[in-house]
């Protein structure tokens, strides 16, 4: 399918620093085959600093638009379609026997209902889908899903996808050129005997415990470890809900996924948690079922508790976002890092608020109410609070307060504000707040050039229930694997690691050059970037897929599996002049 993989929403400024050494080009496109230039790294120079004081620099820096500054463009006032608005699910390849899911973000006025926008999908110049748009999701466009639309078995070949908004022109004002409503797409259906053994015969594998029905798909990093899952799962479902002090009145779905979704993580009737061997959002799988199962067992007693309230009381149920922390301390390093965002604005306008911010400052307030007043009557507060009570969702927690509490909003956030300033200030948890934020900063970055499936304001979160029984395990297992995936995913599972690890200087120095090349095209820019790509493309050759890349200087400790198995196996190996030499 041609077309290039788009960026939407810029979070943050990313910190950009000069590369040097020879540059190595990986179009979108095609990967080249050609060796990389590469030049040696002193040992430990670039990868580990010897310790230098870690600087914290100025973040009040506010989120730059989605479009580039430089060359302002004017917002389109007219109902439109672009061919980078279209997304077709299993990604990034579909093979012969899919059952193809259609995403559509469309540009809609905001003079026209996105409900009125009618769609029409057609393959081939027949129609196989027709609906209409619904409303804005989280990044602000007007979505139209048509899930498992198209059965391509036996379809070998390339086909013509037309995709057309408003295609009995029953829409005047809003959509006076008619010229820009539709996209044509050539999209190649790829013989399934290509796939991978392991792929070609996948299937869902189900297990149960005492409170869970957990599934799997077979050949998957969560199939070969089945058993230990099981037991994490339990445990983490046990402290969801002895936390909540609620016993679970159902058995909960889990689906444990091969590919990175959004934030690592989400929950509607069931739980869907990625877990996969190069797991480049974070290592958190612990805490993510904790929290996906907070959501779970917290609709029991609040079906309509609010977004900011929902997502601060997951933090707090989990003891931490993505690792145990100190909520309270890690809140006040907000603020000591401007990055704190007035209440109000935060619970009335909450995903498009950064979202390690958003997340940590709701469960850094919730944490406050519950210390402050108790857990009781915090619950009974948590669910009467609706989004129907008010106007606004701020002014709904405002009437709750006064009415459990006896405070206003403003006056629970100055509270707490001075409760916080009251917290000594502990200089590696503003590092360590202000590295994490980079972090997710630069993986979502890369999710918008080269994953833009798994980003989380527009990915596509299916029912897994559904898919079950209509689509395909391909939708929650595929992904993209192409040469700068791989090199791109393993330099940022690296940078989390040495987060968690608290070298601050190595995560930083991971971060900027993973941001050279995202900032360069797709070019491998730097010495420390080529190595990583020199590494991956040699284990590649040999059959390799490489999921771990720990890397100092001269020597790396990788973890790799093969083509068509996801055992996992231990190498490693050494620099000699521009090659990676196995060691073992």
Known sequence: MSRKIFGLIVLFVLLILAGCGSPTAVPQSRVP?????????????????????????????????????????????????????VFLYP??????????????LAHVPENVDPRSVTVHILVDYEDVAEGTLSSPNLAGDAVGLFEWAWDTTDKVGEHLVHVILDRYDTISTGDENRENNQVMLTVPVRDPLELPPNERNATWVSAETDCCNVYVVSGTAAYRDLPDLL????????????????????????????????????????????????????QGFEQVLVHEA?????????????????????????????????????????????????????????????????????????????????????????????????????????????????????????????????LP??????????????????????QREYDPTAYFLTAWLPYPGSLQTEGNPADLTRHPQAELNVTLEVMLQAADVALRAGDYNKANVLLDSVTRVLDNDGIFIDPLAASYLNLVRSLTSQGYEVQRVLLNGDRAEVQVSGANTAVLTELTLTLFGQNWVLSN
């Open 91 to 104: 990604v990034p390849e579909i093979f012969a026997g899919d059952k193809v899911t259609f995403q559509v």
């Open 231 to 282: 037991v994490q799962v339990e445990t983490a479902v046990d402290q969801a809900a002895a936390r909540l002090e609620e016993e679970l009145a159902r058995k909960i779905d889990v689906y444990l996924i091969d590919r990175v979704i959004g934030q690592g993580g989400y929950a509607g009737n069931a739980v869907v948690i990625s877990y996969l061997d190069r797991q480049y959002a974070s």
């Open 294 to 422: 907070v959501h779970i067992i917290d609709r029991q007693f609040a079906p309509d508790r609010i977004t900011f309230l929902a997502e601060g009381l997951a933090v707090w149920g989990s003891g931490g976002h993505y690792k145990p922390e100190n909520i309270h301390q890690r809140a006040a390093a907000l603020v000591t890092l401007d990055q704190y965002v007035p209440l109000a604005q935060l619970i009335d306008n909450f995903y498009p608020v950064q979202h390690e911010i958003g997340y940590l400052e709701s469960a850094g307030f919730v944490s406050y109410l519950i210390d402050t007043y108790g857990w009781p009557l915090f619950k009974q507060f948590y669910a009467d609070v609706a989004a129907s009570d008010a106007p606004t969702m701020s002014q709904a927690m405002d009437l709750n307060l006064q009415h459990y509490f006896g405070i206003t909003l403003a006056q629970a956030e100055s509270n707490w504000l001075a409760y916080l300033a009251t």
């Open 425 to 446: 200030e502990d200089r590696n948890v503003l590092i360590d707040l202000q590295t994490t934020i980079r972090y997710f900063n630069v993986m979502r970055h890369y």
């Open 33 to 85: 085959t050609e060796a990389v230039p590469s030049t040696t790294l002193p040992e430990n120079t670039a990868v580990s600093p010897e310790s230098p004081t870690v600087q914290i620099p100025p973040t009040n820096t506010p989120p730059p638009p989605a479009a580039p500054t430089e060359t302002a463009v004017p917002p389109q006032v007219d109902l439109s379609l672009e061919e980078d608005d």
